[in-house]
């Protein structure tokens, strides 16, 4: 199973899987970041106070990899929320190489200075900065994310960060009642409109417990092989152009599956478009 860990979002603000050819295509017009990488052995190697601060200036002046997605009708990129539990926050990549396995599958990537990053994550109010340095993941919080916005070195070093791993995932039915938090008939009318006329099929809807009292609206796909997550892609940006951020009543956890993943969860779903059982 491969959860996208892009939660926290309405589909608007997480659109479009990607396939990994292009993802690995795209991959080679970022920045390596050497610089960055020997400034972070020699501060794991020894933490004195000089490999210290050459860490952190190298940080914060590095161009570091973040999901992102375009608003309809605008220029400007929005880097991508990750959520864990009930926090929300940024992760950056440094190496081109852990796009795949630590950015989410996005339909676009860029590279911003590390210092942005920071006065991003503050000016949006988040609870994190994580950054996969080279396959490790540091995870920035609190009063130190203004510290190195600011360009200053943090008070604390920052702990490994652990993501939730998908299996941890606790499903169930969908409230059956309309309320704030549970996609309008409206959205569920568009959904299945879409999922006809693309004929797709293998879509559900599902209630996800991420724990930490985090919940999610599930729209979970079938997927067979690279063109499966081209036909989800068109999918959902036809069903971007026609729902509102209020249709989907919160945030919207999208998962692809195969079929022998989905089927003991078949029971508790809310049918968008089903294959015929074979």
Known sequence: MRLLETLG????????????????????????NSALR???????????PGTRRAFYDA????RLIVGTRRPPGKRALDVAQLAVGSQAGLIAVADPAQLESTVPEWSESAAVEGKLLFRMAVQQGRDFVIADLFGERLAFKGADLKRLAAGEMPQADPAPAKLAAAGRTRWSRPDPAPSASAPSGRALSILREEASAAGLAGCYLLKADLGEGAERTALVFE????????AVRRYMERVDLRLRPEDWGGPVHIVAMTRREIEPLRPLALVISERPRS
């Open 9 to 32: 979002l309405p589909w608007s603000a997480a659109k479009a899987l990607l396939s990994r050819g292009l993802r690995r295509l795209m991959s080679r017009r970022f920045p390596r």
């Open 38 to 48: 020997a400034a972070f052995e020699a501060y794991s190697r020894d933490r004195s």
């Open 59 to 62: 940080l914060l002046k590095s």
């Open 223 to 230: 997927v067979r092989g690279e063109a499966g997550l081209a």
